[in-house]
């Protein structure tokens, strides 16, 4: 029987939650309660001994319910203060590698931001197998980010070998979004051979061109990718002008992730 409503759950989905020219290929709507699906998502937690490249002060955790879980049919990520002086902030990042992984396609997430100065949530991809190199030579795509301290402002960028923050040449724009960290927005990316384009509810708000004679250098998204969901605490952006330390519990809310890919013709 509950293999039957499933089933009949993954169809109405299916049919209710199409693009035209788009099916339907992986999702969660957290319709569960506890810990995010093992079978959907992993903890990130690899990088906590060198504070991730970007000098950010969370120690992310795994399997703890204080960072991430789920319930009323919604994923929370929390940072928040730990107690702890040598890791005084506990967050999570949790990642599709090895369970969702995708080239091409049209991936959105229904998300109210973390706020408050000093917070930095973002719903990003990075590449599975770094074809061209480590970062950011295989390439990286923010479908968004937001930084406390600017709290009306929502950032989409992509960054490759040629075009990145280190180098200040990163491909971005900024949304004006004055509500993000009090309502629910669906942030998306429609992903081709040719293009990354953005959107915020529906209207687009970023392109990224494919060069003509392009290299990996400025197109490396010709390989999977995997999501990464996320709330930094600090770091060279984020922390910019400092940490407030009234915000915590400072908490990203997700009410579904949604894949779609291009559907195939029919016979």
């Not at 998300?111 to 408050?116: E, H, N, S, T």
């Not at 949530?121 to 600017?150: C, F, H, K, T």
């Not at 923050?165 to 491909?171: D, F, G, I, L, R």
Request: proline share 4%; glycine share 8%.
């Amino acid at each position: 029987m509950r293999v039957i409503l499933v089933s009949i759950f993954i169809l109405i989905v299916s049919s209710c939650f199409r693009h035209e020219g788009y099916e339907l290929v992986w999702h969660d709507e957290f319709n569960y309660i506890g810990l995010p699906d093992s079978t959907k998502w992993s903890y990130d937690t690899e990088g906590n001994s060198w504070q991730w490249g970007n000098n950010e002060l969370q120690h992310y955790t795994s399997h703890n319910e204080t960072n991430a879980w789920v319930q009323d049919d919604k994923l929370y990520i929390t940072a928040t203060k730990s107690g702890n002086p040598a890791q005084p902030y506990t967050s999570a990042r949790i990642i599709t590698k090895g369970k969702g992984e995708w080239q091409y396609g049209r991936i959105e997430v229904c998300a109210k931001v973390a706020g408050g100065q000093g917070a930095w949530p973002a719903i990003w991809m990075l590449p599975v197998r770094n074809e061209y190199g480590n970062w950011p030579a295989s390439g990286e795509i923010d479908i968004m980010e937001y930084v406390g301290y600017q709290p009306d402002s929502i950032y989409c960028t992509v960054h490759t070998g040629a075009y990145n923050h280190t180098k200040n040449t990163q491909k971005s724009a900024a949304w004006h979004l004055a509500d993000a960290q009090h309502e629910f927005h669906v942030y998306a990316i429609e992903w081709t051979e040719k293009s990354c384009k953005f959107f915020i509810d529906g209207h687009k708000c970023f392109v990224f061109h494919k060069e003509a004679k392009a290299s990996s250098d400025q197109w490396p998204f010709d390989q999977p990718f995997y999501l990464i969901l996320n709330v930094a605490v600090g770091g060279h952006w984020g922390g910019k002008y400092g940490i407030d330390e009234s915000i915590f519990p400072s908490t990203m809310e997700i009410d579904y992730v949604r894949v779609y890919q291009k559907s195939k013709p029919h016979n």
